[in-house]
């Protein structure tokens, strides 16, 4: 059964909202993906329940819940070190 995606704030949809046209269709996969692998090979995890992919310059942080099958995406922007913050 497939994960489900939210977010906790409405400052991950700001980021998103404010993706450059050319990377938004690619984050938007990305973060489609993981309904069906939460945990794919090419995330890296930055602690406890939290991961991180890339997306070209940019990076998906969010958490797993697996009790409730569902992905929380918590921050989504360009790297640099506000990202981790």
Known sequence: MPYRVSNRSRRVDREIAALPPYIYPRIQEAIRLLTREPRPLH??????????IRVGRYRVIYEVDDAAQEVIITHVAIRNESTYR
């Open 43 to 52: 995330c890296v995890k930055i602690d406890g329940d939290s991961y991180r």
